[in-house]
């Protein structure tokens, strides 16, 4: 009875590198395989690039939503926010037309919200740090007298790159009638 | 008596005995297991076969480890929606979804009360799901108005930019510009060039989803952000 098991665990000890240098090198190819496919997810240009368009779109989003709410009672920090979310010669604008505009709305008391309701990147320039976007908006502006109104917008925006964040530094209505398509 | 044949069974049975413990004395130096004479060399052996293959073993379950890890964390950077989404990164799919969502809007939303068929013959082309009623729903008002004043709708595209790609689905941003002329009737080709300029142009703006289907993209789904 006692013998062939005897037999075969002295077989089975007597070769036991074999299978388990084969398990070992099995196990070290998987894992060559694994980290190279690993390597190459991290160090994806086309993900860097979606990364980036991403990045573009959400802050093209907040700049065009912050640049359309503004509420009569809080200027100055609505208006702060406005030239933090813009660069170059649209926050230059902003900044030169602030007291006009400023006395203007505080005499119109006027409260206007705007909510994003969809947005879209057209064109990305990852190296020069440059994008555009679409964005549609619906802005809801609030008179003295209680009286509401919706506005749709379709808004196109340029946005720069600048230390590091993505900034407005164009933004206007798309034409109306007459434009072609492109 | 039975003496002869019992004595000869009894002989071989004690040999068997003897003889067991003889043949299994001899693979018994190699097995460390209850050996009798074995002790010495089981001391020499025991540490020698453990530490190759407990360190094979150990690099094996070490390698085999960070091969699923690693794994694990491209699947997971892959599964990123940022990744998922092909929109500008494929740029040869993001112009042909923009290209085929500009003309399948033009012709979805310009209407002719004096050719019906290419209208009905667009909403046949161009939507599949439950793109067909929505469109049905938003034109159905347009399209009766523009019977009885025998006008002339034209939309037509003048940006678009894609928001999404997922695979064979897209969603689009589409600004359009529509105009309405509405002519005296009769024969409209001439008069229909000369009344456009006095056009009223609307703007509008809609999302569009589309599906990928038979090497084309079909408008799957219509949103007007709440607006007819």
């Known amino acids: 009875?006692?013998?062939?098991?005897?037999?075969?665990?002295?077989?089975?000890?007597?070769?036991?590198?074999?299978?388990?240098?084969?398990?070992?090198?099995?196990?070290?190819?998987?894992?060559?395989?694994?980290?190279?496919?690993?390597?190459?997810?991290?160090?994806?240009?086309?993900?860097?690039?979606?990364?980036?368009?991403?990045?573009?779109?959400?802050?093209?989003?907040?700049?065009?939503?912050?640049?359309?709410?503004?509420?009569?009672?809080?200027?100055?920090?609505?208006?702060?926010?406005?030239?933090?979310?813009?660069?170059?010669?649209?926050?230059?604008?902003?900044?030169?037309?602030?007291?006009?505009?400023?006395?203007?709305?505080?005499?119109?008391?006027?409260?206007?919200?705007?909510?994003?309701?969809?947005?879209?990147?057209?064109?990305?320039?990852?190296?020069?740090?440059?994008?555009?976007?679409?964005?549609?908006?619906?802005?809801?502006?609030?008179?003295?007298?209680?009286t509401r109104t919706d506005k749709d917008s379709r808004m196109l925006g340029e946005l720069t790159r600048t230390d590091g964040r993505w900034k407005l530094s164009a933004l206007g209505q798309a034409p109306v009638g007459g434009a072609p398509a492109g | 008596m039975s003496t002869t044949r019992h004595h000869i069974n009894r002989q071989r049975r004690r040999q068997a005995r003897v003889a067991r413990p003889a043949a299994t004395a001899t693979p018994a130096p190699r097995c460390p297991g209850p050996a009798t004479d074995g002790e010495t060399r089981t001391v020499r052996s025991r540490p020698r076969r453990p530490v190759g293959l407990v360190a094979l073993c150990a690099l094996t379950l070490l390698l085999g480890a960070f091969a699923g890890w690693a794994r694990a964390e491209a699947e997971s950077l892959r599964a990123e929606p940022a990744r998922s989404n092909t929109a500008l990164t494929d740029l040869a799919r993001t112009s042909e979804i923009k290209g085929q969502v500009a003309e399948a809007v033009d012709r979805l939303f310009s209407y002719d009360h004096?050719?019906?068929?290419?209208?009905?013959?667009?909403?046949?082309?161009?939507?599949?799901?439950?793109?067909?009623?929505?469109?049905?729903?938003?034109?159905?008002?347009?399209?009766?108005?523009?019977?009885?004043?025998?006008?002339?709708?034209?939309?037509?595209?003048?940006?678009?930019?894609?928001?999404?790609?997922?695979?064979?689905?897209?969603?689009?941003?589409?600004?359009?510009?529509?105009?309405?002329?509405?002519?005296?009737?009769?024969?409209?080709?001439?008069?229909?060039?000369?009344a456009r300029d006095e056009g009223v142009y609307a703007a509008a703006m809609l999302a569009v989803d589309v599906v990928h289907r038979d090497g084309r993209w079909l408008v799957s789904g219509l949103d007007t952000f709440g607006r007819p």
């Open chain 2, 114 to 194: 004096a050719d019906p068929g290419a209208f009905d013959k667009a909403a046949k082309d161009l939507l599949t799901g439950r793109a067909v009623t929505q469109h049905r729903d938003l034109l159905a008002d347009v399209r009766e108005r523009a019977d009885a004043q025998k006008a002339v709708i034209t939309t037509t595209v003048t940006e678009t930019g894609v928001e999404r790609i997922d695979g064979d689905r897209a969603r689009v941003l589409v600004y359009a510009d529509q105009s309405s002329v509405a002519t005296a009737g009769g024969k409209a080709g001439e008069q229909r060039n000369a």
């Open chain 1, 1 to 146: 009875m006692d013998r062939p098991v005897r037999r075969l665990t002295a077989s089975r000890f007597r070769t036991p590198y074999a299978p388990a240098l084969a398990l070992a090198l099995v196990a070290g190819g998987l894992a060559a395989w694994a980290g190279q496919d690993w390597y190459s997810a991290a160090h994806d240009d086309r993900a860097a690039y979606a990364v980036q368009r991403d990045e573009a779109l959400a802050a093209g989003e907040q700049a065009v939503q912050n640049l359309n709410t503004l509420d009569h009672r809080d200027l100055d920090q609505g208006l702060d926010l406005w030239e933090a979310s813009t660069t170059g010669e649209l926050h230059e604008q902003l900044g030169s037309g602030r007291a006009d505009f400023a006395e203007r709305v505080r005499e119109a008391k006027t409260v206007s919200t705007a909510r994003v309701l969809s947005g879209a990147v057209t064109e990305l320039d990852e190296r020069a740090g440059r994008a555009r976007v679409l964005v549609a908006l619906r802005v809801t502006v609030r008179a003295s007298d209680g």
